[in-house]
């Protein structure tokens, strides 16, 4: 009855150790093929990295106590030392991955005590590289202290202490959990740590125990010691935990390697049982042949899986495909660009993502630029033209072919959706326009009904006054009464002539001599200037510059924003005009030392109507814009400029090329 029990307490030890072995090792590579490492994911590979030497050392010495009955000195020693290598840094990374995964996935931020004691973990472990070393070069240095040593920092002490903290953090998770598969997992984490933790206390109590009851001691602890890590891989296939299971080609491939590992494993265990029979080879040939046989049963277990994985794939790229069309009826290309690069990077679970349309070539490749890994460039084509770029990296050390395959799939749908969204926009901007032309037109029809039933009247009425103002036996009190009639009939025809400018369209389209139109313009306003005491400052160069516009609308936008420039400046000042050629384009900039405009005027400014003249009108700047947009050009305004004063009006106006001469 001993003997079996020794027999079964060994084998489940055997099956522990291989069990724990291979289900770290396939952690390892699934952290490994993670798109985005984080601290947390490197700290975590080092601690399964730990816990996988330590079971691949008590699986050699297991294997070698059934190879060769007694373990050879330097088999022994390998075991030793893969076991110790393991416990080594055990505690502090069991520590200082709890706490990363407080901060990094539940959000908590670290308190500086366990900062502190994050430093001292490690400073044991290392203090624990000391002491061995002291050991190793005088064994009796330490005397009577080498067992206490021996158990708090070493060996068995490692998973003592180790497993103690683990329990005790994976309880505060437990209470206050973010998730039910968080909750569920630290419940088996909590499980087994904590047992560890009991049957190592107990094992180092001064109480005598059998043979058998250490047997089943180490069994024990052999088995619940792989328990975190089965969870963690059932966890993060059936509920995506920290994102490792959407790898799930890569764990399709590592199951697929586990299992032909064992399948290997047991071909040279029952080859050496039978070897007394048949020859190895000949077991082992059979045992390979038979699979033969197996491959059609695999395949209906393994094909409807494989299906439902495609169908369940296929589906999240048609619903992102959707998503991105239904974006892409909003006729925004810069839009459409921003949400598939968004979309993209956190469905696939990349690090970055760049669409570019049409390519840049000066643009640094993703692969390799700020802490990126591997990554993948698949053009955008067109009636068998490249018309654009999709890169994608990973911060992992490469992208999986189910990832890459997607990605292909979603470049060949985007560019439909790029020439479905440019041709939104365009029908958008005409109906816009249309819209706006109407709105126009019917503006114009009213300022002219305004001017031609007001402006009649007005003259004859100025007429009157100024008849009676040369009148010279008027009476003083009348006559300024009547010469503030008259100024005030100027100032209404000069309101119903800029709403009659800013309702009618310009004509655009000649061949304009930019730089002596501007200095027509500035020496017109010269006297003002003067007046005002602004400096008045223009800048041109050397040769004429020609523009595609109307004179009298390019002489409008320099009048209204001179105008405004001198009127900005409250005493004294500058103003600067400058023109400068600018490839294709022809910049013009007029700027002044006034106050400044603020950022929330400098949103309206461009409105019609709105002023913050007492007097004003609210059309100059208005003026400018539909003008400046008639003649296919941009306006920007900058406040302030220098010193938080000034203000600088830019304006880009298309040059005449050959055909405009």
């Not at 007694?70 to 893969?82: D, Q």
């Not at 126009?440 to 002219?448: F, I, R, V």
């Not at 400052?537 to 516009?549: I, M, Q, T, W």
């Amino acid at each position: 009855m001993t003997v079996e029990s020794v027999a079964v307490l060994f084998n489940i030890r055997l099956i522990g150790f291989t069990a724990g072995t291979l289900v770290y090792l396939f952690i390892l590579a699934l952290i490994l093929g993670h798109r985005r490492p984080r601290l947390f994911e490197r700290l975590l590979f080092f601690l399964v990295l730990s816990l996988f030497l330590t079971y691949a050392g008590g699986l050699l010495e297991t294997n070698a106590q059934i190879q060769y009955g007694s373990i050879p000195a330097a088999t022994e020693i390998l075991c030793r030392v893969l076991a110790a290598l393991g416990g080594l840094f055990l505690v502090p990374l069991v520590w200082q991955t709890h706490l990363e995964y407080s901060r990094q996935v539940r959000g908590i931020k670290p308190t500086r005590w366990r900062s502190t004691a994050t430093l001292l973990w490690y400073f044991l472990s290392v203090f624990q590289i000391g002491l061995g070393v002291l050991a190793i070069l005088n064994p009796g240095a330490l005397g009577w202290k080498a067992t206490f040593v021996q158990f708090l920092f070493g060996g068995h002490g490692n998973l003592w202490l180790g497993s103690f903290i683990c329990a005790v953090l994976q309880a505060g998770i437990f209470r206050r959990p973010t998730s039910q598969t968080e909750r569920h997992l630290s419940a088996w984490i909590l499980f087994a740590s904590a047992s560890v933790f009991v049957l190592l206390a107990l094992d180092h109590l001064p109480v005598t125990m059998t043979a058998l009851q250490v047997d089943a001691t180490s069994a024990s602890l052999v088995v619940l010691g792989a328990i975190p890590g089965f969870a963690l891989v059932y966890y993060a296939r059936r509920h995506d935990f920290l994102e490792f299971g959407a790898q799930r080609n890569l764990v399709y491939a590592l199951t697929a390697m586990i299992v032909a590992l064992l399948y290997f494993a047991l071909v040279r265990r029952v080859s050496g049982w039978f070897e007394p029979v048949l020859p190895p080879e000949a077991t082992a040939s059979i045992l390979i042949f038979v699979l033969i046989f197996l491959f059609e049963p695999l395949e209906r277990v393994i094909g409807p899986a494989l299906h439902r994985r495609f169908h369940e794939r296929f589906g999240r790229l048609q619903q992102l495909t959707g998503e991105l069309q239904e974006t892409a009826r909003h006729g925004d290309v810069a839009r459409l660009i921003s949400v598939a690069e968004d979309r993209i990077r956190v469905e696939f679970g990349l690090a970055a993502v760049r669409i570019s349309i049409p390519r840049d070539t000066s643009q640094k490749p993703l692969e390799g630029a700020g802490g990126l890994g591997h990554a993948v460039q698949v053009p955008l084509m067109k009636d068998s033209k490249e018309i654009g770029l999709l890169e994608a990296a990973s911060t992992g050390s490469y992208l999986t072919g189910e990832t890459s395959a997607a990605l292909e799939f979603l470049a060949e749908q985007l560019t439909p959706m790029m020439d479905l969204c440019r041709l939104i926009e365009e029908k958008l901007r005409l109906e816009r326009e249309l819209a706006e032309r109407e709105r126009m037109a019917q503006l114009g029809q009213m300022a002219a009904s305004v001017s031609h039933n007001l402006r009649n009247p007005l003259s004859s009425m100025k007429t009157v006054l100024q008849v009676q103002l040369e009148n010279p036996g008027l009476p003083l009190d009348v006559r300024r009464d009547c010469a503030l009639v008259v100024e005030q009939i100027d100032r209404m025809s000069a309101k119903l002539t800029q709403l009659l400018r800013y309702a009618k369209p310009s004509m655009n389209g000649e061949r304009v001599a930019a730089v002596n139109l501007a200095k027509q313009t500035a020496a017109l306003f010269g006297r003002d200037a003067e007046r005002r005491n602004v400096r008045l400052e223009f800048e041109y160069p050397a040769g004429e510059v020609s523009v595609l516009a109307s004179e009298d609308a390019l002489s409008e936008v320099l009048s209204n924003l001179i105008v405004n420039a001198i009127e900005a400046q409250p005493e004294g000042g500058r103003v600067r005009v400058s023109l400068t050629p600018n490839g294709d384009r022809l910049d013009v900039v007029v700027e002044d030392d006034g106050p400044g405009i603020s950022p929330e005027l400098r949103a309206k400014i461009f409105q019609p109507y709105f002023t913050t003249k007492t007097s004003g009108t609210g059309l100059g700047l208005s003026i400018v814009a539909r003008r400046v947009d008639e003649m296919n050009g941009t306006v920007a305004c900058e406040s302030p400029v220098r010193n938080g004063k000034g203000t600088r009006f830019r304006l880009s106006l298309p040059l005449a090329g050959e055909k405009g001469r």
